[in-house]
């Protein structure tokens, strides 16, 4: 079992920044997949940012240039710095992991931008 704790959602004004963190704890496997999803309310949840524990990324184009994920693997916790805030980016932030063919999301921490 895996548990995943997000953190550093809040209020911004745009323009701003926020950083969140992942921690995960539980049984992580050395080879694992980490995201970023968020979803807005009415819409879908979307892809934000995935990171391999090898540190390959991929990134939405909706937020290229202006967050950036990365991960500590030696503290199980993954991270998005988020810049240029803009409204259109308030939503729940939800982080997941895959491994072992299994997916296990956390709880969310919402991002408000305020316009």
């Known amino acids: 079992q895996v548990q995943l704790v997000e953190s550093g959602g809040g209020l911004v004004q745009a323009g701003g920044s926020l950083r969140l963190s992942c921690a995960a704890s539980?049984?992580?496997?050395?080879?694992?997949?980490m995201g970023w999803y968020r979803q807005a309310p009415g819409k879908q949840r979307e892809l934000v940012a995935t990171?391999?524990?090898?540190?390959?990324?991929k990134c939405a184009d909706s937020v290229k240039g202006r967050f950036t994920i990365s991960r500590d693997n030696a503290k199980n916790t993954m991270y998005l710095q988020m810049n240029s805030l803009k409204h259109e980016d308030t939503a729940v932030y939800y982080c997941?992991?895959?491994?072992?063919?299994?997916?296990?999301w956390g709880q969310g921490t919402q991002v408000t931008v305020s316009s």
């Open positions: 997941n992991i895959g491994q072992w063919g299994r997916v296990y």
């Open positions: 539980g049984s992580i496997s050395s080879s694992n997949v």
């Open positions: 990171i391999s524990n090898s540190g390959r990324t």
